[in-house]
């Protein structure tokens, strides 16, 4: 028997991928749900999966910086006001 790629399917989504030559009805529990994605070189983890077709998972959006805390914002504001203190002193 060939080794076949087998998608681990949870609630829709792709949660493993493994490769295996047995039928996964005889490996596991008879209600982890798997698909046969052999074929389908493209499907991956988070994919989400209907029953019949793969779609990529969303795009993740951008992470947003956290703002900085006003301490450190007073810390970089003295820092500044030193420097300007010595180049002024220069000039």
Known sequence: MAVRCLARID??????L??????????FHPTLQFADVTDQLNVGL?????GSDFTPPPP?????????A????KA????????????AENH
């Not at 951008?62 to 900085?68: D, R, Y």
Request: aromatic share 6%; glycine share 2%; net charge negative.
């Open 11 to 16: 609630a829709g989504i792709v949660a493993e």
């Open 70 to 73: 006003m301490s450190d914002l």
């Open 76 to 87: 970089q504001m003295d820092l500044l006001s030193k420097q300007f203190a010595l180049l």
């Open 18 to 27: 493994l490769h295996a030559e047995a039928d996964p009805a005889q490996l």
């Open 46 to 50: 988070n994919w989400r999966y209907d």
């Open 60 to 68: 993740s959006l951008p992470t947003v910086p956290s703002a900085p």
